[in-house]
T-cell receptor
Framework: GENVEQHPSTLSVQEGDSAVIKCTYS??????FPWYKQELGKRPQLIID?????GEKKDQRIAVTLNKTAKHFSLHITETQPEDSAVYFC???????????FGQGTRLTINP | GAGVSQSPSNKVTEKGKDVELRCDPI?????LYWYRQSLGQGLEFLIY????????KSGLPSDRFSAERTGGSVSTLTIQRTQQEDSAVYLC?????????????FGPGTRLTVT
C-alpha cells in the first residue's frame, strides 16, 4: 500500500524567512497530493493541493511542487508570519481505496 | 453552513468501560472518515463510509473498535473494553464525494482519556 514519509518532523524559522517541508510517497499511481494545516487545538484544514498533471501550484505565500519521477512533493511557505505556526500534514491517496494516507506531520514554529 | 460536529468534545472513562463517539457530517456529504490522532502524532485512518457501500474497516486497530453510519448521515464510533492506549483525539471528516481527491472537512475531535 501507499507509504508517505514527511520531513522534517520539526522546523523553526525566523519570521520573514521561507520554510520548506518535503514528502515522499511510494505508489507511482498516486495523482493527488493535499496539504493540511492544524493549528494548536484546532481541526486540520486543507490549505493547498496539487494534481499530477502539473508540477507547481501557488496561492499567495504558499506553493506546492511535485516531482513525479522522484515521487516527492514539497510545501513552500515564503515570508513566514507568526500565524503560520502550526502542524502541517501531507497526504497521498491509496489507489482503488478512496482514502488518504497522511504523513507524520511537521511542527512549524515561526520565531519573531 | 454548519461544519462537521462531534460529541462529546472530551470524554474521560475508566479502563474496561465502553464509549461511543458521535459525528455529524456536513449535510449532503456522502463520504465520512474516522481518524485517530495520538499526542503529537499524525492522522491514523480508522474507517471510511461511502454512501450505501460496505465500509472500509481496514484501519480499525482491533475488534474492540466498531462504527456505524445510520441513514447515510450520523456516524458513531464505539470502543469496547477501553484500554489506556486508546487515549487519543478521535477526528471525524466528511467530503462531498467518496473519492480521495475531494477536500475532507474535519470536525473538532473528541479527546478520549482512559484512566
Amino acid at each position: 500500500g501507499e507509504n508517505v514519509e514527511q520531513h522534517p518532523s520539526t522546523l523553526s524559522v525566523q519570521e520573514g524567512d521561507s520554510a520548506v517541508i518535503k514528502c515522499t510517497y511510494s505508489d507511482s499511481a498516486s495523482n493527488y497530493f493535499p496539504w493540511y494545516k492544524q493549528e494548536l487545538g484546532k481541526r486540520p484544514q486543507l490549505i493547498i493541493d496539487i494534481r499530477s498533471n502539473v508540477g507547481e501550484k501557488k496561492d499567495q505565500r504558499i506553493a506546492v511542487t511535485l516531482n513525479k519521477t522522484a515521487k516527492h512533493f514539497s510545501l513552500h511557505i515564503t515570508e513566514t508570519q507568526p500565524e503560520d505556526s502550526a502542524v502541517y500534514f501531507c497526504a497521498a491517496p491509496i489507489q482503488g481505496a478512496q482514502k488518504l494516507v497522511f504523513g507524520q506531520g511537521t511542527r512549524l514554529t515561526i520565531n519573531p | 453552513g454548519a461544519g462537521v460536529s462531534q460529541s462529546p468534545s472530551n470524554k474521560v472513562t475508566e479502563k474496561g468501560k465502553d464509549v461511543e463517539l458521535r459525528c455529524d457530517p456536513i449535510s449532503g456529504h456522502t463520504a465520512l472518515y474516522w481518524y485517530r490522532q495520538s499526542l503529537g502524532q499524525g492522522l491514523e485512518f480508522l474507517i471510511y463510509f461511502q454512501g450505501n457501500s460496505a465500509p472500509d474497516k481496514s484501519g480499525l486497530p482491533s475488534d474492540r473498535f466498531s462504527a456505524e453510519r445510520t441513514g447515510g448521515s450520523v456516524s458513531t464510533l464505539t470502543i469496547q473494553r477501553t484500554q489506556q492506549e486508546d487515549s487519543a483525539v478521535y477526528l471525524c471528516a466528511s467530503s462531498r464525494l467518496g473519492t480521495a481527491e475531494y477536500e475532507q472537512y474535519f470536525g473538532p475531535g473528541t479527546r478520549l482519556t482512559v484512566t
